[in-house]
């Protein structure tokens, strides 16, 4: 969902609801804005842990490779050892077999029995000799075969290595760019930290989270001066970091709406979304960002920080989250070339 579209939308059903007249159309219009939002933060998540799930596979098929390797490669080493036993074996035997010939002319002048039963002999060792050279070429081919495809297994497997390293190089990268953001954030907004504000990362993200006391008057979309000079701080760090995308995310407590609020919204869902939007133009207007990089969404009451239904627990669960995450076009690069290997 593009940002001017929504916050069009915003000011068109706020002037709507101001004059007590809603139409269901526009209301219709801002559930589906705000469904898509929801999709698009899912596919987030679902993207995200299915890059975690790919490079576990990876980093599996890496080791069954391995072992294939060694095992063709011992499979391989035995094998040249057979071929060099039949080969001497072999050289054994024609030496015979010449010697034998050599002394034919002689057995044929003595007993004539025993020259039968020499060139018997001599005619089996020629078979045994055939058969044995017919299996040295037969053994010496399916040796060239293994080994061409120990080579292809190996070259695949340093190719895929190589691959993995990258792609846990690009994670790793990622794992500092977060840590690297944390600190920037937190130190950009250490002044408002312990009054409703907290930075944690999370799942590979940064979340900025801030309570409802430190932007917002109760049931209200309108941000209080503290929240803004804190989201206008945090603008001007955004702003730098370009290659981060931008997720606010509207919380309320479960206590329903009673009738129709002054900013127009009627239950929780209006005003979750209505909030992260004011949060987004807030962003905005601190500084140079391209509205593509955020996306405003709201949760309403299905996403507590805290299920106890206290006044505390409510408290904490009244807060708006401003999600930065890395953008991921080079791993998804990486993913796809590993994919190519065969």
Request: glycine share 4%.
């Amino acid at each position: 969902m593009s940002i001017q579209k929504l916050s069009i939308s915003a000011i068109l059903l706020s002037i709507l609801l101001l004059n007590a007249c809603v139409p269901a159309r526009q209301f219709e219009d801002l559930q589906k804005k705000e469904k898509s939002c929801q999709e698009q933060n899912k596919l987030l998540r679902s993207d995200n842990e299915q890059l975690n799930i790919r490079n576990t596979e990876l980093a599996s098929q890496v080791e069954e490779l391995r072992k294939n390797v060694t095992e063709l490669s011992r499979d391989t080493s035995e094998q040249g050892r057979s071929y060099r036993r039949l080969n001497d074996l072999y050289g054994e035997l024609t030496k015979s077999y010449d010697k034998l010939l050599a002394n034919n002319e002689k057995l044929l002048a003595g007993n004539t029995e025993e020259t039968r039963r020499l060139i018997s002999q001599l005619s089996q060792i020629r078979e045994e000799l055939q058969a044995k050279e017919d299996k040295i070429k037969k053994d010496s081919l399916a040796l060239h075969d293994r080994e061409s495809r120990v080579n292809e297994l190996q070259s695949s497997l340093k190719e895929k290595e190589q691959k993995v390293k990258e792609l846990q190089d690009i994670l790793n990268k990622g794992d500092s760019t977060v840590n690297a953001l944390r600190k920037v954030v937190s130190d950009a907004l250490l002044g408002f930290q312990g009054n409703g504000l907290s930075v944690n990362v999370k799942d590979g993200r940064v979340y900025v989270s801030m309570e409802e006391r430190l932007l917002f008057a109760s049931g209200s979309t309108v941000i209080e001066k503290k929240g803004e000079e804190a989201l206008r701080e945090l603008g001007r760090v955004l702003e730098k970091n370009k290659e981060i995308n931008i997720l606010v995310e509207g919380h309320t407590d479960n206590v329903p709406i009673s009738g129709t609020l002054s900013s127009g919204a009627k239950d929780n869902w209006e005003l979750s979304v209505l909030r992260a939007t004011s949060v987004v133009k807030i962003i905005l207007n601190s500084g140079s960002i391209d509205p593509t990089r955020l996306t405003a969404t709201g949760r309403g009451q299905f996403m507590p920080v805290d299920p106890a239904n206290t006044a505390d627990a409510r408290r904490k669960n009244r807060r708006t989250e401003i999600i930065l995450s890395p953008k991921l076009d080079e791993l998804m690069k990486t993913l796809e070339q590993i994919n190519k290997i065969k």
